[in-house]
């Protein structure tokens, strides 16, 4: 069936260099999907969106892309820091116009090496 | 600007037992939805609150069931527990007419025993 998932499970980086986390998506009518950032025993952190008429979308050192001809996501971080160290998780809206219904990956686990 | 509460944080129940889980959403959203986490896994979409009605379902049983108030607070209600039910209960709340970010609050950690 269709599903959100990541490629890699875990991910280490060394300090103060760039992450790169992927998905890949299988509903090419998704229009919407948003990034995750889970720490140990917490809620889902909002990182950052993108709709499905944009390409890339930039926040404060992380850079979404959207590449809808291969339904793939990315995740870029820039200059990973420890603090970055958490799951990360795609999430694609599944909804319609009568209300949303995000389907999750399972996720990706970053690792920061000092 | 308060976000998205949840209580209680944590739970034990046994099997065949009723559970309620609170949430209030963060302040200007008038969307709830719930997920259920299991250990190691992503969130699962349980349903979505608005205007009082389930607008969204996912694929739970009926034991699952949930209601939204007139001030946009919501409860989860889980019927006849089972063990499987085990796991972290995210409230995630939204304003879909105005952008649709999904805003989650840090979970109810239910062990059924």
């Known amino acids: 069936g269709e599903s959100v998932g990541l490629h890699l499970p875990t991910l280490s980086v060394q300090e103060g260099d760039n992450s790169i986390i992927n998905c890949a998506y299988s509903?090419?009518?998704?229009?919407?999907f948003i990034w995750y950032k889970q720490e140990s025993g917490k809620g889902p952190q909002f990182i950052i969106d993108i709709r499905s008429n944009m390409d890339k979308r930039q926040g404060q050192r992380v850079t979404v892309l959207l590449n809808k001809t291969v339904k793939h996501l990315s995740l870029q971080i820039a200059a990973t820091q420890p603090g970055d160290s958490a799951v990360y998780f795609c999430a694609e809206n599944r909804g319609d116009n009568y209300g949303q219904n995000f389907v999750f990956g399972p996720g990706t686990r970053l690792s920061v090496l000092p | 600007d308060a976000g998205v509460t949840q209580s209680p944080t944590h739970l034990i129940k046994t099997r065949g037992q009723q559970v309620t889980l609170r949430c209030s959403p963060k302040?200007?959203?008038?969307?709830v939805s719930w997920y259920q986490q299991a250990l190691g896994q992503g969130p699962q979409f349980i349903f979505q609150y608005y205007e009082e009605e389930e607008r969204q379902r996912g694929n739970f049983p009926d034991r699952f069931s949930g209601h939204q108030f007139p001030n946009y607070s919501s409860e989860l209600n889980v019927n006849a527990l089972l063990l499987g039910d085990s796991a972290l209960y995210l409230c995630?709340?939204?304003?879909?007419?105005?952008?649709?970010?999904?805003?989650f609050g840090e979970g109810s950690r239910l062990t059924v025993l």
């Open positions: 302040s200007g959203h008038d969307t």
């Open positions: 995630a709340s939204s304003f879909p007419h105005r952008g649709g970010e999904l805003f």
């Open positions: 509903n090419s009518a998704s229009d919407y």
